[in-house]
């Protein structure tokens, strides 16, 4: 038995000395950032840095763990993951936690589960094992796009009823890139976009009346500035006050004097960028581009296809949860609820970052192996 566990503490030893160790640099790097600034915002003694540093830790052992697990694995276990987390979907809407009247997290004991922000990685693995095999010419075939469809709208439509339009529609945004990647004729994605275009107009009449507002606020944002224009006008008073080099750790007015709503999560950029200015925001867009680009190079030297869909599906969720984010607090975008990766103060989107990164480094580790 000794023997044993010291062969499997070797290769796991072993498998970790292969890693990729400029992507987790890159993660350790935006991790500082976050814990610098969740301290620069804990004033009342919330402890956000040490609940944050515990779950970041949590995660860190996660990604590792899951990267030295063989890619075989999580190949062979895409669908069963991903009819778990669409189970658990469906369970929040029987025994689901009520906050800020959504229905969207699990107690599952120490932590609080949203299992919508786990689908955005579960429907990418069921994809991506879904295109493994399948030969170019049959993609746009009306019978093989069946199952596909089903796997992106049955979470999209569950998501939506929590209601969590700006996860369910992250959900869909994410799932559409790996189709197209995996080469779906661009006559079908323009059909798809007239379509939405044209059913658009019809779908706001379904929308929440808060969700209807936050599109009235994004098209007029100084119609409300004290209501439902609030957050976005503080944001940009922020990062405007910010300037080039920014105020200075812990100078933030807008946070300190507790204008800027929800700093610690959603707009956790807003309160660094006044802080830290146009260099600091520049630095950080930096790190994540960096990232993304270390998680699109394993994707581009996959020799199995369901690594290279994996890889590029997590790195457009970076690049779509980092481009979302930023374009919310600054009044690009809509405001929609989504965390920026790694900074963000939140347990399910930091074990399920770390999750997708350990799956990118798995492929990178066992990026020899016969994925079969």
Known sequence: MYEIRKNIFRSFVGKLSQID??????????????????YSLDSDKTNYVE???????????????????????????????????????????????????SKRWLDVGPVNLQPSEVMKIAVIM????????????????????????????????IVVKQPDLGTALFILIVSISILWLAGLNLKIFT????????????????????????????????????GAGYHVTQSKIAIGSGGFFGKG????????????????????????AEQFGFVG?????????FLISRINKISNNSRSNFGRLLCFGIAFNFFAYVG?????????????????????????AMITTMFSLGLVLSTYIHRDENIL
């Open 324 to 348: 979302i984010n930023i374009g919310m607090v600054t009044g690009i975008l809509p405001v929609v609820g989504v965390p920026i990766p790694i900074m963000s103060y939140g347990g399910t």
């Open 21 to 38: 160790w400029l992507l987790i640099l890159s993660v350790l790097f935006i991790a500082g950032i976050s814990f610098l600034t969740l």
């Open 191 to 226: 059909f798809g976009a007239l379509s939405i275009l044209v059913l658009a107009p019809l779908s706001i009449s379904f929308l929440k009346p808060y969700q209807k507002n936050r599109i009235l606020t994004f098209l007029d944002p100084d119609k409300d500035p004290t």
């Open 126 to 157: 069921a994809l991506a094992k879904y295109y493994q095999y399948l030969k170019t010419d049959d993609v746009d075939k009306p019978s093989k796009l069946a199952l596909p469809i089903a796997l992106i709208i049955l979470p999209f439509l």
């Open 249 to 272: 750790f812990m100078e933030g007015s807008q946070t300190k004097l507790a204008y800027l709503p929800e700093p610690h999560t959603d707009f956790i950029f807003t309160a660094f």
């Open 281 to 289: 925001c520049l630095i950080l867009i930096l790190l994540f581009i």
């Open 51 to 101: 609940k944050h540093f515990l779950r970041f830790t949590l995660s860190i052992i996660i990604l590792f763990v899951v990267a030295s697990i063989n890619i075989k694995f999580w190949y062979k276990t895409s669908y069963w993951i991903y009819a778990l987390v669409l189970i658990s979907l469906l369970l929040v809407d029987f025994i689901g936690l009520v906050s800020k009247g």
